[in-house]
């Protein structure tokens, strides 16, 4: 079983930045994709960024393409979603995620990850 806990979100002003983390617990990400989700009140909830366990390759939503990145730690344990030139519409809650799977891939689909963090609020002011 993994455990993930999302930090940094909060409120911002339009233009201004994030850092969010995911903190993995109970066992190592260090062979397992990630991706960041986010939902919107009444929203589906959409995939933003993934990585694959390696590091190499790595997938965002073409809305902020530029914008943010991510990146993870694996001595730490920890992936990051860095977000930069933020705007009202990233307004969401944003979830941290676990796929299982190990290798060059990324996964872009809600079903394709087995384990989810609780979610950090991210609000953008305009």
């Known amino acids: 079983q993994v455990q993930l806990v999302e930090s940094g979100g909060g409120l911002v002003q339009a233009g201004g930045s994030l850092r969010l983390s995911c903190v993995a617990s109970?066992?190592?990400?260090?062979?397992?994709?990630m991706g960041w989700f986010r939902q919107a009140p009444g929203q589906e909830r959409n995939i933003v960024t993934a990585?694959?366990?390696?590091?190499?390759?790595?997938y965002y939503v073409d809305s902020v393409k530029g914008r943010f990145t991510i990146s993870r730690d694996n001595a730490k344990n920890t992936v990051y979603l860095q977000m930069n030139s933020l705007k009202p519409e990233d307004t969401a809650v944003y979830y941290c995620?676990?796929?299982?799977?190990?290798?060059?891939?990324?996964?872009?689909?809600?079903?394709?990850?087995?384990?989810w963090g609780q979610g950090t609020q991210v609000t953008v002011s305009s």
């Open positions: 995620a676990a796929s299982g799977y190990s290798g060059t891939y990324y996964y872009t689909s809600v079903q394709q990850y087995g384990y």
């Open positions: 990585i694959s366990s390696t590091g190499d390759n790595t």
């Open positions: 109970g066992r190592t990400i260090r062979a397992s994709a």
